[in-house]
């Protein structure tokens, strides 16, 4: 059995801000379960966008998504200067094929999969397909997943992370789509970006298709930064003088934050913490192995990275969030948005949920209030590098109905649905022909992401990866936060890892 998500029953709370569940999908469902259980009834108006903001204190953009997704599946239905009103009767399947997907909280990229499905059953009412979804956390999810697999009742489609994309490959747990279509894999394959599409394939033959890109790097308020004459770091001294500068009180009083930088560095953020530090040590060693093989620790490229690191984390921690080790990687954004802090390290994934926390719910708007740079660099000599990463779909090797999951993944793969979701949701297209129309003057956002692809790097495409991130996690969080003794723990992990690494060969 997979794991269920709670439930919100409670009609006067909706919103849970610290979930990890996007506030539009929780305030979907919400109206959704009311209709289901019959306490909101056919004709009933909703409150309005305007009454939704004020009531839950959220912006416009998450309370547009969901009333949208509502009339989408035919929940409610809008009529212009009137209101949303639910429908005369609950939307039904008749002689449906239902579509198993396990999927984590932070489902944004379900919004493809459904529109896909809703174009399949609009050309083809004769098989109409139903998605049957179950959610769980990130931390549950490879447990659930590979319970459900051992059982013999796996999903048919699962959203993958690209660095997991090996491991279950070379498990067998998810199938080769060149296996289904061939023809049409290729075709699709053409157009992907290069190391996007690297990071999908295994053994030559591609697994997952990819709903979005994203690199990590330095997110940063621009328009303080443009107030003070401030420029982004561009390298570590720089970085170190920055942080300096916004921890003077003259320069907190005028712009009201309470530190100077915050980012992952433990245990409870997961892999966030390994996708967003790893670039300092690619970019510590001019001979570091990157894209997709595991780096040795016990060297001293690494350890340079390591102490620089250690300059900000014990050095000036006073400069930090207290308790910046027991933070979840959704909240830092809040540090950001909340105006607490200048800058934090994080991924491009993370617009949507600062644009859920902001009324900065245009290119345009995030333009001029944010910025994100390319992790610095220890010289202005040293290229620049960052993490890439993305969300693909996969289908399960137990599948019963693989062909029909890979007809809505092409759907869901199309320009025009790749096109919408990235624009939606400011994210990279893992699609070459979709990023040339982002390239363009009148996406200044996605102009100045869309470069950045350039200095990406891949994380080790390994089996047990899961293993390998895990020791890493606690490398960083020990040596970084506890003070921990550097050469020690570093020699001490890379033993480990080898001794791993050497098992799973």
Known sequence: EYTKAPQLRDTQVLIDRNSPIP?????SRHFRQLIEMGEL?????????????????????????????????????????????????????????????????D???FETMEQAVYQWNAHYPEQKVKLESTLCSRAEFHQVLQRAVARGNAPDIVPLDCVWITDYASAGYIASLDSIDGAWVREVSADLEPLVRQSNMVDGQLYGLPVQVDVTGLWYRRDWFAAEGLEPPATWEDWLQLIDYFARPEVKGRLGHKYSVAFPLSTSVGEATVNNLLPFIWMAGAEAPVDGTLIR???????????????ITLERRAYL????????????????????????????????????????????????????APPPRPTIEVSPACSLGGTSWAIMSQSKNRELALEILKLSASVELSQNFCQMNMQISPYRAVNARFAQPEHPWMLSLIPLLQWAHLR??????????????????????????????????????????ADAA
């Open 107 to 109: 489902i944004r990229w």
């Open 41 to 105: 009834h056919p004709g009933d108006r909703l409150p309005t966008e305007a009454e939704l903001c004020e009531q839950h204190r959220i912006s416009r953009a998450p309370v547009r998504r969901a009333l949208t997704d509502l009339a989408r599946e035919g929940y409610v239905y809008r009529r212009p200067g009137q209101g949303t009103f639910v429908a005369e009767a609950l939307p039904h399947f008749p002689l449906h094929t239902p579509l198993q997907l396990l999927t984590y909280y």
């Open 23 to 27: 506030i539009y999908f929780q305030l």
């Open 321 to 372: 969030p207290p308790q910046m080790d027991t933070f979840r990687w959704w909240e830092f954004t809040s540090l950001l948005t909340h105006g607490e802090v200048p800058m934090i390290l994080g991924g491009t994934y993370e617009w949507p949920r600062i644009q859920e926390e902001t009324e900065w719910d245009s290119e345009t708007m995030t333009h001029e209030h944010l910025g994100f």
């Open 460 to 501: 080790p495409a390994i089996r047990h990866y899961n293993h390998v991130s895990r020791f890493m996690q606690e490398m960083i969080e020990q040596v970084l936060w506890e003070g921990a003794p550097l050469e020690a723990f570093v020699q001490r992990t890379d033993q480990m890892l080898a001794l791993l690494i």
């Open 297 to 311: 620790l016990d060297d001293p490229y690494v350890h340079q990275a390591l102490r620089f690191l250690q300059s």
